[in-house]
């Protein structure tokens, strides 16, 4: 059986009019994305938040006495019709992107 190694979903968020993108890279390469926003009015910055495999890549793991994958959150600037995005490899991101 044949994986991609690039998987995303973006929805809307009725509640609070944010576009949320989530973006999962399943290989060990960087991969670039380029989400097309839809012509939406968005704000220039973005939240995110990512979780990347550990230094041990896919044998990563989290236990009581050893955290090794934990999710880290940032900003993303320059947002405009698309948004460019150059996710990690072995890693899951979530994006709110708030509109105007």
Request: aromatic share 8%.
């Amino acid at each position: 059986m044949k994986f991609d190694k690039f998987y995303q979903a973006v929805t809307y968020d009725e509640a609070t009019g944010d576009i949320i993108v989530k973006l999962v890279n399943v290989g060990k390469d960087p991969i670039t994305a380029n989400i097309n926003l839809g012509g939406n009015k968005v704000n220039a910055i973005a939240d995110a938040t990512i979780i990347e495999g550990g230094e041990k890549g896919y044998l990563s793991i989290n236990s009581l006495t050893d955290t090794q994958v934990k999710p880290r959150s940032f900003t993303i600037g320059d947002i405009g019709e698309e948004l460019g995005y150059e996710l990690p490899g072995l890693s899951v991101t979530v994006i709110r992107v708030h509109t105007k």
